[in-house]
Structures are given as C-alpha cells and as structure tokens.
C-alpha cells in the first residue's frame, strides 16, 4: 500500500486515512469491480473520479468493519507475531505439506502447478478449474485470523502478476473451518474458502 497522493485521498473520503492497515487494505478492495477496476494495478492508477462512490460507500464499509477499540501504544500485544512464529516451525511447514499433499490427491485430475519466480512463489493454480477458468490457491497452516490476513494480502499480490488473472478466482485452503469473522473477511475480500472435512475438500463461494 503506497502513498501517493491519490490513493491518499481516497482513503481520506472513506474515513480510514487514519485507521490500520486492514481498514484501509479493505476500503481500496471495496473498489475491485467498481468501473473496471479489477486488481491493486488498476486501484494505483485512480487519479479522480471516485469520491462520490468512496463517500456512498462510507458508511456500508463502516458497517462491515467496525472501528477497533483504542490502547495506549505501549500495551504491545504479540500474540499475532507468535501465530506467525509457529507457522514457520517444522510443524507448521509439515502441516502446511500434509495440506499440500491433500489438495493434489483431490485435484489428480487437474493440471495443478506452483509459483518459480521470487516475487511470485503462489502455493498452487489449477488450470480449468471451472467454467469461469484458472483457481489460484494459498495454502496457511492455521484458520487463525494472523495467517488468513496474510494470504488474502498474498492472493491479491499474486494474482496480479498472473497473465490470465481475468480469469483466475482466488480461494484460500485452511486445516479446518473457520470461525464467522474468518468468513466475513474471505466474503468481504472475495477470496474463496477451502477446507477439508473428514478428508473431503469443502468449498465456500460468496
């Protein structure tokens, strides 16, 4: 999220100038499909035009994510950075595999690859998935909110860099389901659900 001036603005009229960063990440995704725009590309190129629609917008988005409450800045919470400490132990890694593994098992099917390049090492896009084309797939660990912000951030990164991203949905895969605020996040981002249940992949679209 850069800080041009433009963008700036826009986060200004929806009230989030000043906000975290998940009220301001979720305030320029509420632009996607608005007017053609369909990826963070398309959002870094608004110059003007959409005031009026951030100002509409305002106070449904203020509905859907509410205002955290306030702490002195020194009460320092950790808990994120050990949700995602222990993602990255050898447990977390085998998981993530075993999840992995799984998902190839169900989709044998499908012609299913991985990200090569550095900036662009997405956990798996099956080809064809269905008729709307390409699903591209990150895989977390843990159903925990920390992992489920960092893949939506992740799928919208890699999905721009994709050459056929027009058709290409973007779902998540978790160990297990999620709770609703989880979900209220996947629908709000548009990013699909994926979980397995008994070892039978479960799917959730909004």
Not at 97 to 108: A, C, G, I, K, R
Not at 132 to 145: N, P, Q, R, T, Y
């Amino acid at each position: 999220m850069n800080s041009c001036r433009h963008i700036s603005a826009l986060l200004k009229e929806f009230g989030v100038n000043n906000g975290n960063i998940l009220d301001r990440y979720s305030a320029l995704a509420a632009l996607l499909d608005e007017k053609g725009i369909a990826d963070a590309a398309d959002i870094d190129q608004i110059q003007t035009g959409y005031s009026e629609y951030a100002k509409k917008r305002q106070k449904t988005f203020k509905q859907i994510v509410p205002k955290s409450s306030h702490r002195d800045l020194t009460q320092k919470d950790d808990s994120d950075f050990e949700i995602l400490r222990r993602a990255t132990t050898t447990q977390g890694r085998r998981r993530h595999n075993s999840l992995t593994n799984l998902l190839m098992d169900v989709l044998e099917e499908y012609d299913v690859v991985e990200g090569s390049e550095q900036k662009c090492r997405y956990d798996a896009l099956v080809k064809d998935y269905d008729k709307d084309g390409d699903l591209l797939i990150e895989v977390k660990s843990s159903a925990e909110m920390t992992e489920v912000r960092m893949a939506v951030g992740q799928l919208y990164d890699y999905h721009r860099q994709l050459p056929n991203r027009e058709k290409t949905s973007k779902a998540i895969l978790l160990p297990k389901e999620p709770d609703e605020h989880v979900k209220e996040l996947l629908k709000y981002a548009k990013v699909g659900l994926l979980y397995f249940k008994k070892d039978a992949l479960q799917e959730e679209w909004w």
